[in-house]
């Protein structure tokens, strides 16, 4: 699943150099003695991820990941630090003997995170629907929680925003659809580029004319299943925070809930399949929402602007994810593949009309 902030590239180095610049960077951290458990299972990070162990404790030696365009990581060090001490179950990151979070050896950066157990995400797992009223419940948590924080606002360049990133998006799928050599799927993707630049104008001018009821405060930024971990109680780890930001809430409601009841997860599977033949399993979405709700109800008439923040996030979420493979796969189209990217398509371009037909129903949920 892509990211629409920037990624380190993966490590290329040899084996040899690897173990040497390791275990400098351990050093750096203080410790003389460590175990390498080898890579995270199941990492979805493209940067060196790996499980190390030291005096009986694990803990996760990571390249540090970027945001958006190598900006500076310290309100995330910070907004990680404050949503810890109010609760929630953000990953420690261990220090160095000077107090710094990160260490550098030329143009690599490396931080050591807290390891804490807990399982994937399963749309399969017998447990899945609890899971996603708890994904419900604990993103509340940190909207309310962040309401409260008194730190620098964080906000991200005019060209990074919303309205400015939907655009790119479709401007990437036309050029797509120009590339792709397969008659039939260059046309469906032209449609649903079509379909959604028809409804967003609309979406845009609703979103703008209620911009004073909806609450804005910094925001997880990427929360969606890969960066939780679960238990049969419910979240035991929050991560992934790398694309914080002070942001509309409805925005990251809106894509929370379109991971959680529109796409199917299952661990070690890197393409994250739509759920249902149309739109959204309603059955997730309304657990998702009212355990949100019960903990940060919506303001008055800001339930009712949901469909039109779907509206925005749909088409980038739907491109990094269900169309992942189409999008970013170095190769040619699988011929055996095309029937497949056909029916996510077909899914795909479904979704405009389908939130036309739930708009009204949608904001009941969210209560």
Same mark, same amino acid.
């Given at each position: 699943?892509?990211?629409?902030?920037?990624?380190?590239?993966?490590?290329?180095?040899?084996?040899?150099?690897?173990?040497?610049?390791?275990?400098?960077?351990?050093?750096?951290?203080?410790?003389? /003695?460590?175990?390498?458990?080898? !890579?995270? %299972?199941? *990492?979805?990070?493209?940067?060196? @991820?790996? +499980?190390?162990?030291?005096?009986?404790?694990?803990?996760?030696?990571?390249?540090?990941?970027?945001?958006?365009?190598?900006?500076?990581?310290?309100h995330r060090y910070a907004f990680q630090r404050y949503l810890r001490q109010a609760g929630i179950p953000v990953p420690v990151l261990c220090s160095t003997p000077q107090?710094?979070?990160?260490?550098?050896?030329?143009?690599?950066?490396?931080?050591?995170?807290?390891?804490?157990?807990?399982?994937?995400?399963?749309?399969?797992?017998?447990?899945?629907?609890?899971?996603?009223?708890?994904?419900?419940?604990?993103?509340?948590r940190i909207h309310q929680t962040s309401q409260r924080y008194r730190g620098p606002q964080h906000i991200w360049p005019a060209e990074a925003h919303m309205g400015a990133?939907?655009?790119?998006?479709? /401007?990437?799928?036309?050029?797509? !659809?120009? %590339?792709? *050599?397969?008659?039939?799927?260059? @046309?469906? +993707?032209?449609?649903?580029?079509?379909?959604?630049?028809?409804?967003?104008?609309?979406?845009?001018?609703?979103?703008?004319?209620?911009?004073?009821?909806?609450?804005?405060?910094?925001?997880?930024?990427?929360?969606?299943?890969?960066?939780?971990?679960?238990?049969?109680?419910?979240?035991?780890?929050?991560?992934?925070?790398?694309?914080?930001?002070?942001?509309?809430?409805?925005?990251?409601?809106?894509?929370?809930?379109?991971?959680?009841?529109?796409?199917?997860?299952?661990?070690?599977?890197?393409?994250?399949?739509?759920?249902?033949?149309?739109?959204?399993?309603?059955?997730?979405?309304?657990?998702?929402?009212?355990?949100?709700?019960?903990?940060?109800?919506?303001?008055?008439?800001?339930?009712?602007?949901?469909?039109?923040?779907?509206?925005?996030?749909?088409?980038?979420?739907?491109?990094?994810?269900?169309?992942?493979?189409?999008?970013?796969?170095?190769?040619?189209?699988?011929?055996?593949?095309?029937?497949?990217?056909?029916?996510?398509?077909?899914?795909?371009?479904?979704?405009?009309?389908?939130?036309?037909?739930?708009?009204?129903?949608?904001?009941?949920?969210?209560?």
């Open positions: 699943m892509h990211e629409f902030f920037n990624e380190l590239p993966g490590d290329e180095s040899n084996e040899q150099g690897d173990l040497l610049d390791l275990n400098e960077v351990m050093q750096a951290f203080g410790i003389a /003695e460590w175990t390498n458990l080898g !890579a995270v %299972e199941s *990492s979805h990070a493209e940067n060196l @991820s790996l +499980l190390v162990e030291v005096q009986g404790q694990r803990y996760v030696l990571r390249e540090r990941p970027e945001g958006l365009m190598g900006e500076d990581p310290q107090g710094e979070l990160v260490v550098t050896f030329g143009e690599d950066s490396f931080e050591l995170q807290e390891w804490i157990e807990g399982e994937h995400f399963s749309t399969a797992d017998r447990r899945s629907l609890a899971w996603v009223e708890s994904a419900g419940t604990m993103l509340g990133v939907v655009q790119s998006y479709l /401007e990437l799928a036309r050029s797509k !659809a120009d %590339e792709v *050599s397969v008659l039939a799927v260059s @046309s469906a +993707l032209a449609n649903w580029a079509d379909q959604w630049e028809a409804v967003l104008p609309a979406a845009m001018m609703s979103l703008g004319a209620g911009k004073n009821a909806l609450p804005e405060f910094h925001i997880h930024g990427d929360y969606h299943a890969l960066n939780l971990r679960f238990d049969d109680t419910g979240i035991t780890a929050v991560m992934g925070m790398e694309a914080s930001r002070w942001e509309k809430r409805i925005f990251e409601v809106a894509y929370a809930l379109f991971y959680f009841s529109a796409l199917q997860w299952h661990p070690g599977e890197s393409l994250t399949r739509p759920l249902v033949k149309r739109g959204f399993d309603p059955e997730r979405a309304h657990h998702f929402l009212h355990a949100y709700a019960e903990i940060y109800p919506p303001l008055p008439g800001e339930a009712a602007l949901l469909s039109d923040a779907l509206s925005l996030i749909a088409p980038i979420a739907t491109i990094n994810g269900p169309l992942e493979d189409l999008f970013y796969a170095q190769q040619e189209l699988d011929e055996a593949l095309i029937e497949d990217v056909m029916e996510r398509l077909s899914w795909a371009a479904s979704l405009p009309a389908w939130l036309v037909r739930v708009r009204r129903s949608l904001p009941d949920m969210w209560v």
